[in-house]
C-alpha cells in the first residue's frame, strides 16, 4: 500500500448542484517511463515529459452523469458506482455539457486524460513508489477485479488510494482515454526513437481510442498501470467509464 503525505494532496471540488461534486486532484507534472514489458503492446518503454494537469479523484460515478445528462445509461446501477456502458462518442457529449454547465471554454474545459496523463496518475507521478498497480503491489488493496468484484462494478473510493490520493485507478471500470490506439505500436515506436516526448497526445488519426485500468470482469494482468486496451469509439460496455481530467493553467 502507498503511503502518501497528506500535503502533496491537493485536491479541488466543482459544485454541480446542491447535493453533487466532483473532486479533482492536482498531478505535478514531471518525467516519467512509459509503458511496460509484460505484452508486445506496452513495448517499447519510452520517457515521456508531461505538465501539470489535474484529474479526477474518482472515475465518474452515476449521479455526476445523470446530473449532466439526464439519464443513466448504467447497468449496474448505483449513484456512487462509476457510470459505465458509455462509448467515448457519449463521454464527448458529456465533456461539452459539463463545460457549459460550468462555463468552461478552451484549456479550461475538462476533457478525456491523454494516455500518457493517465499512466503517470495511475503510477502516482512524481510520487511513484513504482508499484505495478495504482497504489500498491497487492491488487486486493486497491482495485475491483474479477477475482474480488462479485461480477459487478463496487462504489468509488472504498479500496486504498494510490501515491497521489487517486481511486479506482485499477480496476472497477475501464476509462476511456482521449487518445487513439497506435495500430501495430507504430507511436510507442516513434515516441522511442525521439528520446524525451512532450505531452504526448497519441496518433493524429485511427480506428480505436485507448481505454486504461482494467475492470471488474477482467484478471489482475489487466489492471496494471502499463497495460493498455482499446475499442471503437462508438462501442458500449458495461465496464467501460471515464474519468475527467484539465490542463493546468
Not at 505531452?199 to 489482475?220: D, I, L, M, S, T
Request: proline share 5%; with cysteine.
Amino acid at each position: 500500500m502507498a503511503n502518501f503525505p497528506a500535503s502533496i494532496l491537493q485536491v479541488f471540488q466543482e459544485k454541480l448542484n446542491e447535493n453533487i461534486i466532483f473532486n479533482i486532484v492536482k498531478v505535478e507534472g514531471g518525467t516519467f517511463q512509459m509503458g511496460g514489458n509484460e505484452y508486445s503492446w506496452e513495448k517499447p518503454i519510452h520517457e515521456v515529459k508531461l505538465d501539470t494537469f489535474y484529474i479526477g479523484q474518482f472515475p465518474v460515478t452515476q449521479e455526476i452523469w445523470e446530473a449532466i445528462m439526464g439519464e443513466n445509461p448504467s447497468y449496474f446501477k448505483g449513484p456512487k458506482r462509476p457510470v459505465e456502458n458509455v462509448s467515448w462518442e457519449d463521454a464527448q457529449v458529456f465533456l461539452e455539457k459539463l463545460n457549459q454547465k460550468l462555463d468552461l471554454k478552451g484549456a479550461r474545459a475538462y476533457r478525456l486524460p491523454t494516455e500518457a496523463e493517465w499512466e503517470f496518475a495511475a503510477r502516482g507521478g512524481i510520487y511513484s513508489q513504482g508499484f505495478s498497480y495504482a497504489g500498491s503491489e497487492n491488487l486486493e488493496q486497491v482495485g475491483w477485479y474479477g477475482e474480488n468484484s462479485e461480477v459487478q462494478t463496487q462504489p468509488v473510493g472504498i479500496l486504498q488510494p494510490n501515491e497521489l490520493g487517486i481511486y479506482d485507478m485499477s480496476g472497477n471500470v475501464w476509462e476511456w482515454c482521449q487518445d487513439w490506439w497506435d495500430r501495430d505500436n507504430e507511436y510507442y515506436e516513434q515516441c522511442h526513437k525521439i528520446g524525451i516526448v512532450a505531452n504526448p497526445q497519441g496518433p493524429e488519426k485511427g480506428q480505436y481510442r485507448v481505454v486504461r485500468g482494467g475492470g471488474w470482469g477482467y484478471g489482475a494482468s489487466s489492471c496494471r498501470v502499463a497495460d493498455r486496451g482499446h475499442d471503437t469509439p462508438a462501442v458500449r460496455y458495461g465496464g467501460f467509464g471515464l474519468r475527467l481530467s484539465r490542463t493546468a493553467l
